[in-house]
């Protein structure tokens, strides 16, 4: 088999599998609905994921810096208390960004 013709299969096979993957939602999306595990992925998928983020940028971030995970933690649960107080995630965020950048800068350098 020629190389060019191998090369295009490969790609045609690659991006039918693709296709594939993607259209299948919308065309199982009657029948997903239906599901009542899919209302509950759903509901709890979004949480576990950004759970997940935040610890693996967080010892990510310890481990490059070689220390332990003060910084890491005190803008986490920074976080956590404004957002559970004033209830606007921007609001939270920053705060807790914000004593993360400052910690690391200064003390933990």
Known sequence: MNDYV??????IAMGA?????RLLPFACSSWLRKQ?????VGDFLPLAIMVLLVLHASTGSALARGGLPVPEAAGVFLTLIVQ???KKPLLSIFAGTAVYVILVNSLFV
């Open 36 to 40: 009542r595990w899919v209302g509950i």
């Open 17 to 21: 599998v693709t296709a594939a993957e």
């Open 6 to 11: 191998y090369l295009f299969t490969v790609f």
């Open 84 to 86: 559970w107080f004033v």
